[in-house]
């Protein structure tokens, strides 16, 4: 019988740890936090805040006894300080729409919450182009497009809106508009 037995499993542990740490350098502690090279992009809150404000107050003000006087029903818009270039481009659909919102069968209030829910959403996600169908007013008690006029009215009061025009007809004609955000910062 041979006397060849392993050492005890303890001393051989020992001894594997031993041998796979020979290579390692153990580096001096200065006491030094090294931060990271960029620091994470400022979240702008008071941005937040303001839009969150705006938000609340479109949700809980009837827009047309308000300031209502200078406020377009046109099916085009282009804000102020934008280039007329602008505006053309998007009647020729030169930006792709990248989201669309279908207000078919909703009313006023619950209109009103869905674009500014679709356009939060647009924004966070960087999109530049989305459509909204609002529908040509067929079913509507007096046969007049309702939400197209307040759309409009809405999202003139809107910042982050560059641009809308009525959609092409194989888009939608009148009874869509195209809109075109302002670039995320």
């Known amino acids: 019988m041979s006397n060849n037995h392993d050492p005890k499993p303890k001393e051989r542990f020992e001894d594997l740890l031993e ?3 020979k290579d390692i350098t153990v580096l001096k502690e200065d006491g030094k936090i090294v ?3 960029e620091p994470p992009a400022p ?9 969150a404000d705006v938000l609340k107050e479109l949700l809980h003000q009837d827009i047309e006894e308000e300031g209502a006087e200078f406020l377009s029903e046109e099916p ?8 007329h270039q602008v505006l053309r481009k998007l009647r020729r659909n030169y930006w792709v729409v990248q989201d669309e919102l279908d207000l078919h069968g909703s009313t006023s209030d619950t209109a009103r919450v869905l674009v500014a829910e679709f356009l939060a ?3 966070k996600r ?5 459509r909204v169908i609002h529908g040509k007013g067929h079913r509507s ?9 307040k759309l409009f009215r809405w999202l003139q009061l809107r910042a982050d809106i560059l641009a809308y025009c009525e959609a092409a007809p194989k888009d939608g004609g009148s009874g869509a508009t195209m809109l075109l955000l302002s670039a995320k910062k």
């Open 141 to 149: 008690s007096n046969g007049e497009p309702v939400l197209k006029k």
């Open 19 to 21: 041998e796979s740490l």
């Open 126 to 130: 960087g999109f530049r182009c989305v």
């Open 121 to 123: 959403n647009a924004k």
């Open 35 to 37: 931060a990271s090279k």
């Open 43 to 51: 979240i702008p809150t008071q941005s937040i805040r303001d839009e």
């Open 76 to 83: 085009a818009y282009l804000r102020s300080g934008v280039q």
